[in-house]
């Protein structure tokens, strides 16, 4: 990730003959408009991110992947992670069985 960035910056060309100015890639014109933005947000596949449709018609991310990954990641805002982040009056005890601590591992894995 840091040599993607690196690589990015190294094709970055400086001219210092002109004034630096915003340009919104992907339009004609280099400038950004509301028309083009919807025609991009509207697409079903946005920078390989497969959008779904809601009930409107309005294409929202599928969150199941970032979800899957705070589970895998152990980054679930859990009782267990909340008191180890240094947030102590909360009770450890699972809203579900009351019996054993709430963590990721209890919620999801525990039979």
């Not at 990015?8 to 003959?17: A, F, T």
């Not at 449709?53 to 970032?66: D, E, R, S």
Request: hydrophobic letters at 35%; proline letters at 4%; glycine letters at 6%.
């Amino acid at each position: 990730m840091v040599d993607d960035f690196f690589a990015v910056l190294h094709r970055c060309v400086i001219n210092n003959d002109k004034e630096d100015r915003r340009e919104w890639i992907g339009s004609v014109d280099k400038k950004y408009n509301v028309k083009h933005a919807y025609s991009i947000i509207s697409q079903r596949d946005v920078g390989g991110v497969r959008m779904h449709l809601n009930y409107y018609g309005i294409p929202k991310v599928n969150h199941h992947p970032y979800c899957s990954w705070r589970v895998l990641h152990n980054k679930l805002p859990t009782k267990e992670r909340l008191i180890r982040l240094g947030i102590h009056n909360v009770n450890p005890l699972c809203v579900m069985c009351n019996i054993g601590k709430e963590s990721v591992s209890h919620l999801f894995f525990t039979v």
